[in-house]
T-cell receptor
């Protein structure tokens, strides 16, 4: 089955700086790569996703890049703000058995 | 727009007790799933369903049962609770097959087994 590795587990950045979270996956058949943000006491919520026919996608301050050859994808957050503090999960999928999630990154924005 | 609704939000069980975690969605999604979230482990798939009457096992199915009699509801049953089942449980639904489109999550059920 699919295996998703996510790094780092904790990331602390100064407000206004950029944050990068990286994930690797193992199954070359995976073709859908979403990123979820989870705030304390809430369920995960989709913030951006990318499909395997696209190398990069951007939505305002967040962007995701995908390298299919290396089986690697990353989340980039620019101009970080206090409300970006949360746990972020990457995931990979492509079949009926659903998404496989990484273990999560706790992003801390220092004022 | 309710989305995915889970009940209860919190529950404490004694070892050996049984209970059902409820999940309902109002988006007419075919695909529904249950995950458990443990510290440092991310989200792990317990069971999933691709439509009414069809269920299948995920990564960690032992100790849990599911059924899908309607498109809207997907309850998760713990037959004999164990301390290892202490976790936060999330139900999710997707428009199509679960690994290819956005998953919408409920608010979670925090379960403690003592």
């Amino acid at each position: 089955g699919e295996n998703v590795e996510q790094h780092p587990s904790t990331l602390s950045v100064q407000e206004g700086d950029s944050a990068v979270i990286k994930c690797t996956y193992s199954d070359s058949a995976s073709n859908y790569f979403p990123w979820y943000k989870q705030e304390l006491g809430k369920g995960p919520q989709l913030i951006i996703d990318i499909r395997s026919n696209v190398g990069e996608k951007k939505d305002q301050r967040i962007a995701v890049t995908l390298n299919k050859t290396a089986k690697h994808f990353s989340l980039h957050i620019t101009e970080t703000q206090p409300e970006d503090s949360a746990v972020y999960f990457c995931a990979a999928g492509g079949g009926a058995d659903g998404l496989t999630f990484g273990k999560g990154t706790h992003l801390i924005i220092q004022p | 727009n309710a989305g995915v609704t889970q009940t209860p939000k919190f529950q404490v069980l004694k070892t050996g007790q049984s209970m059902t975690l409820q999940c309902a969605q109002d988006m007419n999604h075919e695909y529904m799933s249950w995950y458990r979230q443990d510290p440092g482990m991310g989200l792990r798939l317990i069971h999933y369903s691709v439509g009414a009457g069809i269920t299948d096992q995920g990564e960690v199915p032992n100790g849990y049962n599911v059924s899908r009699s309607t498109t809207e509801d997907f309850p998760l049953r713990l037959l004999s609770a164990a301390p290892s089942q202490t976790s936060v449980y999330f139900c999710a639904s997707s428009l199509r097959t679960g690994g290819t489109t956005e998953a919408f999550f409920g608010q979670g059920t925090r379960l403690t087994v003592v």
